[in-house]
C-alpha cells in the first residue's frame, strides 16, 4: 500500500505541470516564475534534497512522506502539497489511512 501511493505522489507531482495550467508549483518542482510564492523555498525543491536528486532519491522522499502521513494524524511539515491534486491525493490518503486502522484496531 505504502508503494503504491508513494508511486501515486510521485507521479502527481511530476505531472502537476503538464495538468495545470500557467506556471504551477509542486512538491516535485517549482517553477521559476513562482519562486517566490511557493511554500517549498526555490532552492529546496524536491524537499529535503538540493542539486538535481536520482530518481531513487524521489522515491525515497515520497515513500517517507507517504509513511509520514500514514502513520500520523495529517501531514508532515517538510514537504507540503502544493497544488490542488495533491492537495485532495493526501486528503484521500489520510481517510484511507485512518479506515485501514480503524479495521485492524
Known amino acids: 500500500l505504502m508503494h503504491m501511493a508513494a508511486c501515486m505522489w510521485f507521479y502527481i507531482g511530476s505531472r502537476s505541470k ?7 508549483a509542486s512538491w ?4 521559476p516564475s513562482l ?5 517549498i ?4 525543491r524536491y524537499g529535503i ?6 530518481v531513487w532519491d524521489q ?14 494524524y495529517g501531514i508532515v511539515g517538510d ?10 491525493f493526501a486528503m484521500v490518503l ?3 489511512s485512518i479506515t485501514v486502522y480503524g479495521f485492524i484496531i
Do not use: C, H, K
Open 18 to 24: 503538464e495538468w495545470l495550467a500557467a506556471p504551477s
Open 28 to 31: 516535485l518542482a517549482v517553477d
Open 35 to 39: 519562486a517566490n510564492s511557493s511554500y
Open 41 to 44: 523555498p526555490y532552492d529546496d
Open 49 to 54: 534534497q538540493r542539486g538535481t536528486p536520482t
Open 59 to 72: 522515491y525515497l522522499i515520497s515513500v517517507y512522506w507517504v509513511a509520514a502521513t500514514m502513520t500520523s
Open 79 to 88: 514537504l507540503l502539497p502544493q497544488n490542488n491534486a495533491e492537495i485532495i
Open 94 to 96: 489520510m481517510v484511507l
